[in-house]
């Protein structure tokens, strides 16, 4: 494998954009250099080997962004592989940008023993073309009772998780998140008293009034929020909370950060960027939790804004063509989100000036992958506190980006075999031309590869 030299990117590094070289040698960063090739002699249209052998890429006008970390996402293997696969469910990140996925453990066999983890582990091994990190479950089978064997399962997993259900039973959770605590591990909760939702379909608004639809209240969500959030203080436990959808669950989470509690949280991209006014009769604005009022998507963008959310994660949740078919009331919860997070939130949020690029590219790899102390990927500087990106010595996990190109979401375009997705036919900017890890391309884009390869 020759050295591959970036030249003249804008690359983010040590918090900031700046113009860089970058050498990568047998998979790592092996030097960061000021740009040398302002008013470059070398073709954009053509590699060029230098006289050291190296492959010399002009990178001018692209950004290079340290892979991103989806803490959330449904590659369905083992148990659903004709909604998605490990193979394509990392393929459609690497298309997205991201470097590392986490599973979640809604599968067949659910991973709540290290045998029914290990069949799932065997497929990474042998397909994923990323980084694909396991969640273990809470429960045995997701069922809300008996605990998984959570000392057999930690040193394999992120973290432990019942996600697709929330864990109704108080006790149930205290134990887990006694237990997680023991083993350094955090519970990492979907949120959702299942009483409260009483049926509802999306949020219990104005265009479920509108349109007749059962309605899912914010307090299905936030009420568990609220008890969870009281057991860690009770128990000490590291608790992150997924998909938060709601202002309320915004406000519990801020009050627990300032009172010093180890509590994180992430929300969506399409949290950030719709209301429940924006919904259609189609199975592809639907979700859970729902999408749900414009103060709620205030709430959520403040929270993004003042660091009180830790990431945006995708909740990648693809189904067949049929299950998304039958409509807003009948299709199946989940919508894919790895194809189009990134430029989405570009276009939405940086664009119009409401967010940083700088924090939208630490939302989305920094700092979920240094808060997890994501393990195989980074164990030794994590635990020292450093954060995860790009530099010297780093794994060359990263993805070039062309900000510029603009272009309308198709998702007959994705890799995913999901292709049910909100943001079908909205024009956004960032296109992701190569994503590598380590060092080699998990992802080309086509017209990238006609041009620079030999
Ligand atoms: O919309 C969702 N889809 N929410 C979940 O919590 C589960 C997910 C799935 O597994 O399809």
């Given at each position: 494998m020759r050295k591959l030299k970036l030249v003249n990117g804008t690359v983010f590094y040590h918090g900031r954009f700046q113009n860089l070289d970058l050498t990568i040698d047998k998979g790592r960063i092996v030097r960061l250099d000021p740009s040398s090739l302002s008013g470059s002699s070398v073709s954009p249209i053509s590699p060029v080997s230098n006289e050291n052998n190296e492959i010399v890429m002009d990178c001018s006008h692209l950004h290079i962004f340290p892979g991103f970390v989806d803490l959330h996402v449904h590659f369905r293997e083992p148990g659903f592989s004709y909604k998605e696969t490990i193979e394509t469910g990392s393929r459609a990140?690497?298309?997205?940008?991201?470097?590392?996925?986490?599973?979640?453990?809604?599968?067949?066999?659910?991973?709540?023993?290290?045998?029914?983890?290990?069949?799932?582990?065997?497929?990474?091994?042998?397909?994923?073309?990323?980084?694909?990190?396991?969640?273990?479950?809470?429960?045995?089978?997701?069922?809300?009772?008996?605990?998984?064997?959570?000392?057999?399962?930690?040193?394999?997993?992120?973290?432990?998780?019942d996600d697709g259900v929330g864990v109704a039973d108080e006790g149930r959770m205290?134990?887990?998140?006694?237990?997680?605590?023991?083993?350094?591990?955090?519970?990492?909760?979907?949120?959702?008293?299942?009483?409260?939702?009483?049926?509802?379909?999306?949020?219990?608004?104005?265009?479920?009034?509108?349109?007749?639809?059962?309605?899912?209240?914010?307090a299905?969500?936030?009420?568990?929020?609220?008890?969870?959030?009281?057991?860690?203080?009770?128990?000490?436990?590291?608790?992150h909370i997924c998909h938060i959808s709601t202002k309320e669950s915004v406000a519990l989470l801020r009050e627990a950060q300032k009172k010093g509690l180890p509590v994180t949280g992430e929300t969506g991209p399409h949290y950030l960027t719709m209301t429940d006014e924006d919904l259609r009769e189609d199975g592809r604005f639907r979700m859970n939790p729902p999408i749900r009022s414009g103060a709620d998507r205030e709430a959520l963008r403040e929270a993004l804004i003042d660091g009180t959310l830790l990431a945006v994660a995708t909740d990648h949740a693809p189904h067949s063509a049929e299950e998304k078919a039958r409509g807003l009331d009948k299709s199946l919860n989940g919508i894919v989100g790895l194809e189009t997070a990134f430029p989405v939130l570009y276009t939405q949020l940086v664009l119009t000036g409401i967010l940083s690029l700088e924090q939208l590219v630490e939302a989305m790899s920094t700092r979920p992958m240094a808060s997890f102390r994501l393990p195989e990927v980074k164990e030794a500087k994590a635990s020292l506190g450093i954060p995860y990106g790009i530099d010297v010595n780093e794994p060359a996990d990263l993805g070039i980006w062309d900000l510029n190109a603009?272009?309308?979401?198709?998702?007959?375009?994705?890799?995913?075999?999901?292709?049910?997705?909100?943001?079908?036919?909205?024009?956004v900017r960032g296109v992701?031309?190569?994503?590598?890890?380590?060092?080699?391309?998990?992802?080309?884009?086509?017209?990238?590869?006609e041009r620079y390869c030999d």
């Amino acid at each position: 494998m020759r050295k591959l030299k970036l030249v003249n990117g804008t690359v983010f590094y040590h918090g900031r954009f700046q113009n860089l070289d970058l050498t990568i040698d047998k998979g790592r960063i092996v030097r960061l250099d000021p740009s040398s090739l302002s008013g470059s002699s070398v073709s954009p249209i053509s590699p060029v080997s230098n006289e050291n052998n190296e492959i010399v890429m002009d990178c001018s006008h692209l950004h290079i962004f340290p892979g991103f970390v989806d803490l959330h996402v449904h590659f369905r293997e083992p148990g659903f592989s004709y909604k998605e696969t490990i193979e394509t469910g990392s393929r459609a990140a690497a298309h997205g940008g991201y470097t590392v996925c986490c599973t979640m453990p809604n599968l067949k066999p659910v991973p709540d023993t290290l045998e029914n983890l290990e069949v799932q582990r065997a497929i990474i091994r042998d397909k994923a073309v990323v980084h694909v990190l396991p969640y273990g479950a809470i429960t045995c089978g997701e069922k809300g009772a008996k605990l998984a064997n959570f000392e057999e399962l930690a040193p394999y997993v992120v973290a432990f998780t019942d996600d697709g259900v929330g864990v109704a039973d108080e006790g149930r959770m205290r134990e887990a998140m006694v237990k997680a605590k023991a083993l350094a591990k955090a519970i990492v909760a979907h949120a959702e008293e299942i009483a409260l939702v009483n049926g509802g379909v999306i949020h219990d608004g104005t265009y479920a009034v509108r349109h007749h639809h059962k309605g899912n209240p914010s307090a299905s969500e936030w009420k568990q929020v609220e008890r969870d959030i009281a057991l860690a203080e009770e128990t000490g436990a590291r608790y992150h909370i997924c998909h938060i959808s709601t202002k309320e669950s915004v406000a519990l989470l801020r009050e627990a950060q300032k009172k010093g509690l180890p509590v994180t949280g992430e929300t969506g991209p399409h949290y950030l960027t719709m209301t429940d006014e924006d919904l259609r009769e189609d199975g592809r604005f639907r979700m859970n939790p729902p999408i749900r009022s414009g103060a709620d998507r205030e709430a959520l963008r403040e929270a993004l804004i003042d660091g009180t959310l830790l990431a945006v994660a995708t909740d990648h949740a693809p189904h067949s063509a049929e299950e998304k078919a039958r409509g807003l009331d009948k299709s199946l919860n989940g919508i894919v989100g790895l194809e189009t997070a990134f430029p989405v939130l570009y276009t939405q949020l940086v664009l119009t000036g409401i967010l940083s690029l700088e924090q939208l590219v630490e939302a989305m790899s920094t700092r979920p992958m240094a808060s997890f102390r994501l393990p195989e990927v980074k164990e030794a500087k994590a635990s020292l506190g450093i954060p995860y990106g790009i530099d010297v010595n780093e794994p060359a996990d990263l993805g070039i980006w062309d900000l510029n190109a603009a272009y309308t979401i198709d998702p007959e375009t994705f890799l995913s075999m999901g292709h049910a997705t909100p943001f079908a036919g909205w024009t956004v900017r960032g296109v992701c031309l190569n994503t590598l890890v380590g060092g080699e391309s998990a992802y080309e884009d086509p017209a990238w590869k006609e041009r620079y390869c030999d």
